[in-house]
C-alpha cells in the first residue's frame, strides 16, 4: 500500500491565475493511494467540482500550468494540484496543450 501524502489543492480562477500558497485559498486532505484516478475521484468529493482538469504548476518567476497524466510517483512528499474547471479560458487552454502533446507524440 502506498504512504499516505498530503495533497494540497486550489481552483484556477477563470482567467486561469491561482491565488499564492500564503493566500489561504488552498485546501488539503490526506491521500494514500498513486492512481490519477482515484485523485480524481478523491478531488471531486472534497470540491464538489466534477469538470475539471488536474495542473501542477511549474516554479519560477511566471509559473505555468500543466495537466497531470501520469499517476501520482512513489514515495509520500505533499504535492500541490489546481484545478482547472471545465469550460473556462484557462481549460480551454490546457486541453489544447494536452491535444498538442498528443499530436506531436504521435509523428
Known amino acids: 500500500m502506498p504512504a499516505r ?3 494540497f ?3 484556477a480562477r477563470e482567467d ?8 489561504g485559498t488552498w485546501r488539503y486532505f490526506t491521500f494514500d493511494e498513486q492512481s490519477l484516478s482515484a485523485l ?3 478531488l471531486q468529493e ?11 504548476r511549474s516554479s ?19 504535492m500541490e494540484f489546481v484545478l482547472v474547471l471545465v469550460p473556462s479560458r ?3 487552454a490546457t486541453l489544447l496543450l494536452l491535444e498538442l502533446v498528443a499530436f506531436l507524440n504521435i509523428l
Do not use: M, Q, Y
Open 90 to 92: 484557462g481549460a480551454t
Open 16 to 23: 486561469g491565475a491561482v491565488d499564492d500558497f500564503d493566500e
Open 60 to 78: 519560477g518567476a511566471a509559473p505555468r500550468l500543466f495537466p497531470v497524466v501520469l499517476d501520482l510517483p512513489p514515495g509520500n512528499d505533499e
Open 46 to 56: 472534497e470540491t464538489k467540482h466534477k469538470d475539471f482538469v488536474i495542473c501542477r
Open 5 to 7: 501524502r498530503t495533497i
Open 9 to 11: 489543492h486550489n481552483t
Open 40 to 42: 480524481s475521484r478523491r
